[in-house]
């Protein structure tokens, strides 16, 4: 469907999305990614603030928002589902790719290996130029974990390959800050202006003191983290207690 400066096409998902990474995160362009609750999609609009964000920084004109908000509404109508997973591509040529599929939440723990990585800091959309990011997380598999921590040159911990993190610590909940380089998530924003979590600075050694660690995503909501670098962070309490009150919350705010 062509108009107002967005070409949209359909994407097949036989494949794992994974399987087909090369082909898109190669390309040149800016991507969101969000849930939908009962065919209902989650702070729509705030990532699409950020899409646009994205695009204006990227330099890729004459793209409708509006349009893009329309395609999204014609594709969930047409594909309706009671958990699913949205993916929102506009490449460097301003077509729009929309990705919908079923989406099962994660129910497991992550193990999780630091690993230094060069980090981009003041950037704050979602860039289709990720193989950096999968090819650290390809690298903490290969070593039996599920995920990589980015620590920055300086020591500072900034987020895994695909998610914000966020640490019990003695004062409570806290995640690193915009300057350490993470994304500037929506659900990070979110916990932040609604459940109290703080940022400062989480360098690693804070690693040893901390009392849970979890990973915040749009997909994952809040989802705990069990080992880093071997360290085992027992099942906790409070991880339970804001996931379960973020969940609800979420369920309350669907138009946001």
Known sequence: MAGNGVESKAID???????KRESWLSADGVFETLRTYENL???????LERLNEGLKES????????????????????????????????T??????LNYKEYQP?????????????ISRGVRYKSTDYQERFDLRDQAALRGFD????VSSEGSIVETTTCNLIFLMREGWITPPLSSGC???????????????????????????????????SLRE????????????????????LSAQFHSWILGNLAL
């Open 13 to 19: 998902f036989n494949c794992e999305w994974e399987m």
């Open 41 to 47: 999609p989650f702070a729509l609009h705030l990532h």
């Open 59 to 90: 330099g890729i004109y004459g793209v409708s928002i509006a349009k893009v908000e329309e395609e999204i509404g014609i594709e969930l109508a047409k594909n309706p589902k009671s958990s699913g997973h949205l993916r929102i591509v506009i």
């Open 92 to 97: 460097r040529a301003g077509d729009l790719e």
């Open 106 to 118: 994660p129910i497991k723990s992550l193990t999780c290996l630091t690993m230094q990585a060069s």
């Open 147 to 150: 995920d990589a921590i980015l």
């Open 183 to 217: 994304l500037p998530g929506i659900t990070r924003r979110l916990l932040i202006e609604n459940f109290g979590i703080v940022e400062r600075q989480v360098d690693l050694s804070d690693l040893l003191s901390a009392r849970a660690i979890a990973v915040t995503s």
């Open 222 to 241: 809040i989802q705990s983290v069990e080992e880093v670098d071997g360290k085992i962070f027992p099942n906790s309490r409070e991880t339970e207690v």
